[in-house]
């Protein structure tokens, strides 16, 4: 008989997520909050770091859905104590997204331009953001290594390798954005926004250094690449391909929340960017849990323990509104504080608390959707996963953000619509999963 999962299970799985989940948005924030802070062309810089910020969130979670998807294979297998027959498939998964994201930079790089003009980008804010963009895209393949390893060490049902790398990443970003961005006297000039820049991409690869090190020494999966392919390449692939599209349809969300917030003005964006920031902090805050979520439910399902996978997904309910509700307490305990670290202009900073509220209440909502988004990653439903947020984008979030700028609503219409959006993202999940794996726990 299989032994219900425990809190302290659980904790030990999401805490180490939580810390190295938070290293993704705290880049962002970083490069935000020192580059808010300049004396030289802080709004216009800011502004320009959210609009790139968008383009490569949707680049990273698009090829980054590899963490998923290992993940969810390994962790099948570990459950089912077959580990052996997958042990070459990370190697070959980690070869094929590095492939790919060097043909994404040759094919970004010449229209960086472009790109951030098809995001509204214009005159001053077009010149950083093409600038920020052609350092930072460098340091893309080796997030995406990074992310691999991470999905194999979750696999694995391990988080504190990727929580000790995460933590040195993020480390290194802070202190290398405030030499580069800043300067020293008579050392390193001040470079601004380009070295904000510098400093992502150089943090980037010392993550990666440090993933293919603690992967090597730590576990017995090797990191040169044999063939023929695993088995298991094609449900991988078929996997990426569902979290492709998936992913896409996030993406569409957000650029059209970059777009319009760019197209309110120069006060509304740099607001909107240290508002979605913040708001990504959050997701990854509560994404601990749904790692956790994605780790255990594989587990689980390889081990066809379907009554623990129920209890496991009432447990993480309860623990996610918790977190949620407890984020938004913090963030309503410091909403003032928290503006004036990202930007000292008192336009910026009265758009950014008339909207800042809308994000707090959501954390709660946010929580169920995330950690049921873990859930069924680690189940390997990716297709359902796929049509719930085509559903949730397409049908939702574009007519209402659409409508809600039609009445001039900015912002708020903004925040509005990726609100319903979330709600129409987590419902759904949650009554699939107890629909279909309720009666498989009843009859076991």
């Known amino acids: 008989m299989n032994t219900a999962i425990t809190l302290k299970q659980i904790n030990k799985l999401a805490i180490p997520a939580l810390i190295s989940g938070v290293s993704e948005p705290i880049l962002s924030l970083t490069d935000s909050a020192i580059i808010g802070n300049m004396d030289f062309n802080a709004t216009e810089s800011l502004a320009a770091v959210g609009i790139v910020g968008t383009f490569m969130s949707m680049l990273i979670w698009v090829l980054g859905q590899t963490r998923s ?73 080796f997030t995406l290594f990074t992310i691999a390893v991470f999905g194999t060490f979750r696999g694995l049902q391990n988080t504190y390798y990727p929580m000790l790398i995460a933590i040195a990443g993020a480390a290194s970003n802070i202190i290398l954005d405030i030499i580069f961005v800043y300067g020293i006297a008579d050392l390193i000039p001040a470079m601004h926004i380009k070295g904000a820049a510098y400093a992502s991409v150089i943090a980037q690869v010392i993550m990666a250094l440090l993933s293919a090190y603690y992967l090597l020494k730590e576990t017995d999966i090797p990191l040169l690449v044999k063939f023929p392919f695993n088995p298991e390449i094609k449900r991988f692939t078929l996997m990426i391909l569902n979290l492709f599209i998936r992913t896409i349809a996030l993406n569409v969300a957000l650029y059209f929340g970059t777009s319009f917030a760019t197209k309110y003005g120069t006060n509304y964006i740099a607001a909107y960017t240290i508002a979605i920031n913040l708001w990504f902090l959050g997701a990854f805050l509560i994404d601990g849990y749904a790692s956790a979520g994605n780790i255990l439910s594989g587990k689980l399902l390889g081990a066809k323990d379907y009554k623990n996978l129920i209890d496991l997904s009432n447990k993480l309910i309860k623990y996610g509104i918790i977190v949620g509700l407890i984020l938004s307490m913090v963030g309503a305990l410091f909403y003032y504080p928290l503006g004036r670290m990202f930007s000292n202009d008192a336009n910026v900073l009265n758009e950014f608390y008339n909207v800042f509220w809308i994000i707090l209440l959501m954390q709660p909502l946010c929580a169920l959707a995330f950690i049921f988004d873990g859930v069924f990653k680690g189940l390997g439903r990716m297709k359902y996963l796929r049509n719930v947020l085509l559903f949730s984008t397409l049908l939702v979030f574009i007519p209402v953000v659409f409508w809600t700028d039609a009445l001039d609503y900015k912002l708020y219409g903004i925040f509005f619509a990726f609100t319903l959006w979330i709600i129409a993202r987590g419902l759904p999940l949650i009554i699939k999963f107890r629909k279909t794996y309720k009666p498989l726990a009843q009859n076991t």
Do not use: C
């Not at 990370?90 to 098809?118: D, E, G, R, V």
């Open 69 to 141: 998807s290992i993940s969810s294979i390994v962790s099948q297998y570990v459950g089912a104590d077959n580990l052996e027959a997958v042990k070459n498939l990370p190697a070959q998964a980690i070869f094929l997204i590095t492939s790919l994201s060097i043909l994404i930079i040759l094919a970004t790089y010449p229209f960086a331009s472009q790109i951030f003009q098809f995001y509204n980008a214009s005159d001053t804010i077009l010149n950083y953001s093409v600038d920020y963009y052609q350092i930072r895209v460098f340091g893309f393949p």
